[in-house]
């Protein structure tokens, strides 16, 4: 029987699900497809990295590892939702939940001393930061702003903001001794194990990585950030902000890079309290207060601490920060209104989703005085903060972009089998002692070396070949399809995409790989000099094709739909799995806490499904391909026919109580998705079973939409954050009876 994996994921994507996959399931039903759940919540990674321990009642199935093996087949077709990456602090707060609800689970240690805590924190690390995406993607990345989508924004654009000639906002970021000026890379020659060794100063070596198995032609990069330069950079940027009276903001990707930019935020919040780490770091720096989880740790700490450290001391500490707080530049702020500053907690200020929002509201972010400001935002690495640059600098000089008349950047990315997985995996160390790190072949060979002293992040990562050929394949593809340029992202500064622009050059040329390439315009260009073609592409309405590495992917990908449709939720992306299958994502989740609070003060989810819409027909089309099924390409075009029309006749979700909110959405899709089957001729059998179906949620209106605002405006219970109680999350997310009997008929009628 044919099927479809849908993601059980976190937040508001996961309550979506409970809502949206009833009506899937129902309307997939006739077409004999079945809508298989597989949980990959933080939650459920972290229980089932415990099965062994914990009481068979309580184990959970390890269903990230089971969809890993899945993506390698060719019948593999999955629907995957937004998910949390998980940086420590939400780490800690989903373990104290499940603890609550029962589950006999170690506290994530800190700071490991004995074996048991060292494998807990193993098994902790293990689930945290970029965990699922590397697993899922045995493929690259195809996305894209559907065209009733663009259209659509085209004639509703989104409110931008206006930019001033004078704007003072910029970006800061290092010019030496980051990872970009310290990159070194190799292109291996034959099959290979690698061993990554600390030589110290003393003579003695540690071995920090071993058995590290490498592929034939396969591209391995080594770098370092050292911290005496970080420190450095980062002390002139305070200075900087304050002398130019702009918000100092710092924008990292601590939840994807969850060994590297953890530790860099703790350099960055060191850095504006300079003065109370310099009287009171030992104290801090003894229980673990170091900044990297953030200032709300420390403030959370110091209470946790005070009877160890003494309640006065605490205090005299809390005041310091405060003091810290008002003499230095003013911070961007997270949530004005409850004093939460962008350096209280890591995963609020993630690069790829804040950086945009900044650019779209004119170069300004929010003070603490609830207005609108010019801001210095702080990028430390300088690999791809001069795109960010680039395109403030354009606005500062042309002004906003106009999304009425905008081109569209899609993007083909590069991420199959974990290629490029910048300091988010088990090569990223923080150096605890001088030397050299070398990353050494089989023969005793060192490929690459640097030298170091405490402090130093240093990173390797990989990028297989066959991924490789499959990216350039893909962008050749791509171009051919939409006759747009495509232009490779790559840096002929750093060691890594000199060795990448060598292998496109050389594909490029392949023709058995990428067909006959006459009159395709294709360009190797560096991410400054793309940026501004693609920008200047835009402004003049044309279509630019950005082909880029995993994290430039990560960031241009929200950058552009950001700027051309007010969010990236609403992308498609389509990824074709080397294997011959499907996995489709669903868009970016980056808003779903400030949603899932809204739910649980008001009864209302703003969480818009597009994203799902969109890939769900591209599932039911992938579907068509393999299963010679002749309803779901018809299941898929009614569909899109819906989506397209919701649009239209803005019924998506609004931002306030009384409107309609995701759950109503779900309603009239399920109207227009039954309305397009009844009507279609293509299968009369298809067109007879939802003609009732249609004409009774049409009748049944008014009552659904009574049923479905009732609660509105009241609070909602879940039963949890991270791990919901089914009962009453259902309840809250199914709250129409009238609605729910239509649908489940049409699911019973065909089971």
């Known amino acids: 029987m044919a099927k479809i994996i849908y993601t059980r994921t976190d937040e508001a994507p996961l309550l979506a699900t409970y809502s949206l996959k009833p009506v899937i399931e129902a309307f997939a039903s006739t077409t004999g497809v079945a809508v298989e759940t597989r949980d990959i919540s933080l939650a459920a990674r972290i229980l089932s990295a415990f099965n062994d321990v914990l009481p068979e009642g309580q184990r959970v199935h390890d269903a990230l590892a089971e969809l890993g093996e899945l993506t390698k087949k060719p019948d593999a077709n999955i629907i995957k939702l937004p998910n949390i990456s998980a940086s420590v602090p939400q780490l800690k707060a989903a373990v104290r939940e499940l603890q609550e609800h029962g589950y006999d ?72 001794g980051d990872f970009r000026h310290n990159e070194q890379s190799v292109i291996i020659d034959g099959d290979d194990t690698l061993t990554i060794r600390l030589v110290g100063s003393d003579g003695e070596t540690t071995v920090l990585k071993d058995g590290l198995k490498v592929l034939d032609k396969e591209i391995v990069d080594a770098t370092v950030l050292r911290a005496r330069d970080l420190d450095a950079f980062l002390k002139d940027q305070v200075i900087r902000a304050q002398e130019d ?26 850095a504006y309290f300079s003065e109370v780490f310099e009287k009171y770091g030992d104290t801090l720096f003894s229980k673990g207060l170091n900044g990297e989880n953030g200032l709300a740790a420390i403030y959370s700490g110091l209470e946790d601490y005070a009877d160890e450290i003494g309640a006065d001391l605490a205090s005299e500490i809390r005041a310091a920060f405060d003091k810290g707080l008002e003499d230095g530049p003013d911070l961007a702020m997270v949530n004005s209104h409850k004093g939460i500053t962008g350096l209280h907690i890591p995963s609020d200020i993630i690069v790829d989703a804040s950086m945009p929002a900044m650019i779209r509201s004119g170069g300004h972010m929010w003070n603490k005085n609830d207005q609108e400001q010019d801001a210095l935002a702080v990028i430390p690495d300088s690999s791809y903060a001069g795109v960010f640059q680039t395109v403030i600098e354009d606005c500062r000089k042309n002004g906003a972009f106009d999304p009425t008349t905008m081109g569209t950047v899609p993007n083909v990315g590069l991420m199959a089998q974990k290629a490029e997985e910048y300091g988010s995996h088990d090569k990223t160390f923080k150096i605890e002692s001088e030397g050299t790190v070398e990353v ?161 003060e008001e009864d209302y989810l703003r969480w818009d499904s597009l994203g799902e819409f969109l890939a769900l027909a591209e599932s039911l089309r992938k579907l068509a391909e393999t299963d010679n099924n002749p309803r779901t390409p018809i299941l898929a075009d009614a569909l899109d026919a819906a989506t397209e029309r919701i649009l239209n006749e803005d019924l998506s979700p609004a931002r306030v109580v009384g409107e309609i909110d995701n759950r109503g959405s779900h309603y009239w899709l399920a109207r227009y998705w039954a309305l397009n089957l009844s009507r279609q001729t293509e299968d009369p059998e298809l067109a007879e079973i939802f003609a009732p179906v249609a004409q009774e949620l049409e009748e049944k209106y008014e009552t659904v939409k009574k049923e479905m605002r009732g609660g509105q405006g009241s609070s909602a219970d879940l039963g949890g954050y991270y791990w919901l109680d089914e009962e009453k999350t259902t309840k809250v997310m199914r709250p129409s009876a009238t609605f729910n009997a239509v649908i489940d008929g049409l699911t019973a009628r065909n089971s």
């Open 105 to 176: 689970l170690p506290d994530y240690p800190d700071e490991p001393s004995t074996d048991e805590e060292k494998d807990a924190r193993a098994r902790y690390d293990s689930v945290k930061g970029s965990a699922v995406n590397p697993v899922l993607r045995e493929g690259n990345s195809d996305r894209r702003a559907p065209k009733a989508v663009k259209n659509f924004a085209r004639k509703h654009p989104h409110r931008m903001g206006e930019w001033s000639a004078d704007s003072k906002t910029n970006v800061a970021t290092m010019s030496d």
């Open 440 to 600: 050494v072949d089989s023969s005793g060979k060192v490929l690459m070396s640097h030298t170091v002293a405490p402090g130093d992040i240093w990173r390797a990562c990989q990028a297989k070949d066959v991924p490789i050929r499959d990216w350039v394949k893909l962008a050749v593809s791509r171009a051919r399809a939409t006759g747009a340029p495509a232009v490779f992202w790559l840096d002929p500064e750093r060691a890594h995409d000199r060795n990448m622009t060598a292998k496109v050059e050389e594909y490029l040329k392949d023709s058995e790989l990428v067909g006959d390439t006459e009159g395709l315009d294709l360009r190797i260009l560096s991410p400054v000099e793309a940026c501004q073609l693609s920008v200047d592409r835009i402004r003049a309405g044309e279509d630019t094709i950005s082909v880029s590495g995993n994290v430039l992917r990560d960031y241009l990908t929200d950058l552009f739909p950001i700027m051309e449709l007010g969010t990236s939720a609403k992308m498609l992306s389509i990824v074709p799995l080397i294997a011959g299958g499907g996995l489709f994502e669903t868009g970016a989740g980056g808003s779903a806490p400030k949603h899932v609070q809204q739910l649980i």
């Open 245 to 270: 009276g702009v918000l100092f903001s710092a924008h990292l990707k601590a939840t994807m890079m969850k060994v590297s930019d953890p530790i860099i935020f703790g350099h960055v919040v060191r």
